[in-house]
């Protein structure tokens, strides 16, 4: 079964909402050379609804960066998966490398939030990756199973078709160093074989598998034109509306 490239911008804490507002306007002029791939904005909170008003009836969506795992209540800052789709989001990051790092979030944190997104009706992209002492190590695949086994273990096959997994190896995030295309496709496969082994052939085969870590106009042909990459999630690229239609539309001049 033939997957879609999806190419999502995660703009990280980037962009006020006359910022979000220009890029859209940018991005919806070159909507035509994008025709055949999903695309995906990630903006800030504060942006994420008027960027929802502006993209709708077109074919970008929008998601948010985070999600809590509560509906609603007295949690301080935290906003819900309601409240996302209430705004117009329709996906959400979940458990990128950097709430993982900086914000503290563990495996356990991760898994309920999954679990919330798929509940509130958005569609999750789960990130996954090790960090470089790991891959030195060898441990690469070790690390990257254990977030899935953690990150899954609730999961249903319903779940999965909704789901979509990042496999960010976190070396590569902002630091200008990609992974080759050999070492994304390898983790990639790995990937889809323990979903495979857990949920089925079937929804293995329509898994969406993006790469995300220093993607760029320049690399993207090559990581796109991988059978086993699905898209990427790309981070500073993204923040530039040319740079990344250029991302969006990579896979197809190959
Ligand atoms: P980067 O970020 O493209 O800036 O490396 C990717 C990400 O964190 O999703």
């Not at 490239?5 to 919806?28: P, Y």
């Not at 998601?63 to 949690?75: I, K, L, N, R, T």
């Not at 990130?127 to 190590?137: A, S, T």
């Not at 034109?225 to 898209?231: C, K, L, R, S």
Request: one cysteine or more; charged letters at 25%.
């Amino acid at each position: 079964m033939a997957r879609r490239k999806l190419i999502a911008a995660n703009w990280k804490m980037n962009k006020t909402l006359s910022e979000t507002e220009a890029f859209v306007s940018t991005l919806k002029d070159s909507l035509g050379k994008l025709a055949g791939t999903d695309i995906v904005i990630f903006p800030p909170f504060p942006s994420l609804a008027s960027a929802a008003r502006l993209l709708r009836g077109s074919a970008v969506a929008v998601g948010a960066q985070d999600v809590f795992w509560e509906p609603e209540g007295a949690y301080t800052g935290e906003v819900s998966g309601r409240m996302i789709l209430d705004a117009g989001g329709s996906h959400v990051i979940v458990g990128h490398s950097e709430r993982r790092e900086v914000i503290g979030e563990d495996d356990d944190t991760v898994a309920r939030k999954l679990g919330a997104a798929l509940a509130a009706g958005l569609l999750p992209i789960l990130c996954v990756g090790e960090k470089l002492k790991e891959r030195e190590d060898g441990k690469a695949q070790d690390v990257v199973l254990e977030q899935l086994q953690s990150a899954l273990a609730q999961r249903t096959v319903a779940d999965m078709k909704r789901t979509v997994i990042a496999y960010e190896p976190v070396w590569a995030i902002g630091t200008g160093r990609t992974a080759t295309a050999e070492d994304a496709v390898e983790m990639h496969s790995f990937i889809r074989e323990y979903v495979g082994q857990r949920f089925g052939d079937d929804i293995a085969g329509r898994l969406r598998i993006l790469y995300g870590g220093s993607v760029k106009p320049g690399n993207a042909g090559q990581l796109l034109a991988q059978e086993e990459i699905d898209g990427a999630l790309v981070g500073g690229a993204s923040l530039d509306p040319e740079a990344f239609v250029e991302i969006a539309a990579a896979w197809k001049e190959q």
